[in-house]
């Protein structure tokens, strides 16, 4: 059979790459030619562990191909996935503009009778329109008939999370539908839950979501733990030996980020609201996160009255370890904040650098060590958990900085460690230690007034 994969971000490149793996011939189509070119050498567009070896091994292997010609490509394709982005709009709705752009192409070119699954996160019923659309505007006398299949891979650990996938949802009207995609997927060996196409599709949101609103609640409880004296990590792992709790997404920290939990709960309340219903527990995660986002630099705010001409160390740049993406990382605002504050900025991370240039491409130092970012500064913000920051030993801090203030907003280190250094260490849901002197935290003061 051949399968075409429309779009090749995050979502249809690794759809993409695994399919090719399990041995399907796969074409993947993109607009950019640069891209595409790139793609055929093994080159991942996007970092990815894993991925540049699938891409090489399996272009190599004659089963993974890449193009821009998609009138070719959708011709006389059996099966046609869209892994497309949909980008929230400015309301909170989904984006389904590159959706539907894919769809009119498919409409326009198809020559035979195919299966379109939809991979984006696309909102509840998107899949009847989009069935619908095809109908309406296809070209030749055939048959489109569309199955709905989320995505629920992880950035970072996109490759393993398709390979060793949980489970496969598939959302499909006819036993036709279900049949195929059974076939496509046989050699992952996976669990696979068959169910309609608009099950299917809130199956996506419903998760998200509700990862989401696990975070937010770890973090309000991690806010309260600290105004009564507990510690948020023995709480989460105190709760996590029941099976019903489980012992993921339990970390407490500034505020999940990335490009699918603030919009997919967005998109959901915006979608519940225009139904004519409020989704209470979404919205309260998504305020929770908005108001974690700026914790630290509250705390900073209040120590300090104001930080102009301090130096911040910013450690950690991207959402999360393992990606090079920037999209609603806390460091983002964060870093606003400090530079409306008139702090100077010197930031390191082991591969966001290059992206974070294109937010802030002046008034920022940025060096290629922890070490260096850490040189005598006034503060330190962690705002991702990668191995490099958190391997650091406090003493390096203690050593570096001119005053080791450390805002962790990952929990990196434990406290007990903290307490046995000459340093202020403020962390998320445990108490803070203050160890610094009054004699160390003058001199910060002494800059302030200058
Ligand atoms: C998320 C889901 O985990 C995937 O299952 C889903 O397929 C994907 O969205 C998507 O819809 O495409 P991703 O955004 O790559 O994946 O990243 P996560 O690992 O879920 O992390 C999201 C955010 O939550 C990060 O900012 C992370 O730091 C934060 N987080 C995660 C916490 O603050 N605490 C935790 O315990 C876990």
Redesign the pocket.
């Known amino acids: 059979m051949k399968i075409v994969v429309a779009g090749t971000g995050?979502?249809g490149l690794v759809t993409g790459a695994c399919l090719s793996e399990i041995g399907h011939n796969v074409t993947c189509v993109d607009i950019d030619k640069n891209k595409v070119e790139m793609m055929k050498q093994g080159i991942s567009p996007i970092y990815e562990p894993g991925l540049d070896e699938l891409l090489k091994r399996n272009h190599d292997e004659g089963r993974l191909d890449f193009t821009i010609d998609y009138k070719n490509a959708y011709k006389d394709a059996d099966l046609i996935f869209i892994g497309v982005g949909t980008p929230e709009r400015e309301d909170g709705s989904a984006n389904l503009d590159y959706v539907f752009n894919v769809c009119r192409q498919i409409a326009e070119n198809a020559e035979k009778d195919c299966l379109v699954v939809v991979k984006s996160?696309v909102p509840i019923g998107t899949n009847d329109r989009i069935e619908e659309f095809l109908k309406e505007n296809v070209k030749n006398d055939i048959q489109i008939e569309v199955a709905s299949n989320p995505?629920?891979?992880?950035?970072?650990t996109a490759v393993v999370d398709t390979l060793y996938a949980k489970r496969i949802v598939i959302g499909v009207e006819s036993k036709k539908a279900e049949e195929l995609l059974k076939e496509v997927y046989e050699g992952y060996n996976q669990p696979i839950v068959v169910t309609n196409r608009r099950s299917a599709e809130m199956v996506k949101y419903a998760?998200?979501d509700f990862?989401a609103l696990k975070?937010s609640f770890?973090n309000e409880i991690a806010n309260f733990c600290e105004m009564v004296g507990a510690d948020v990590e023995d709480v989460a792992k105190g709760m996590s030996f029941d099976p019903r709790i489980g012992d993921k997404?339990?970390?407490a920290?500034i505020?999940?980020?990335?490009?699918?939990?603030p919009k997919?709960t967005k998109a959901l309340h915006w979608l519940a609201n225009d139904n004519g219903y409020e989704l209470k527990t979404i919205k309260a995660t998504i305020e929770v996160n908005e108001n974690q986002k700026y914790k630290l630099f509250r705390q900073a705010k209040n120590k300090f009255g104001s930080l102009k001409g301090l130096k911040v160390a910013v450690l950690g740049l991207t959402?999360?370890p393992g990606t090079d993406d920037l999209r609603e990382a806390p460091s983002i605002p964060n870093v606003r904040r400090l530079l409306d504050e008139g702090a100077e900025i010197i930031a390191y991370d082991p591969v966001g650098v290059e992206n974070f240039k294109k937010v802030y491409p002046s008034g920022i130092t940025y060096v290629s060590t922890p070490e260096e970012a850490l040189k005598d500064a006034d503060m330190a913000f962690i705002f991702t958990e990668w191995n490099e920051i958190k391997s650091l030993d406090l003493s390096v801090y203690e050593d570096l900085m001119y005053t080791p203030i450390i805002f962790d907003g990952r929990n990196c280190y434990k406290v007990k460690e903290a307490k046995e250094r000459q340093i202020d260490y403020y962390s998320i849901g445990r108490k803070a230690i203050l160890n610094l002197e009054e004699k160390a935290l003058s001199k910060v003061k002494t800059a302030m007034v200058i």
């Open positions: 995050y979502v996160t995505e629920f891979l992880a950035q970072g998760s998200n990862l975070i770890m997404f339990l970390n920290g505020g999940y980020g990335g490009s699918c939990f997919d959402f999360k």
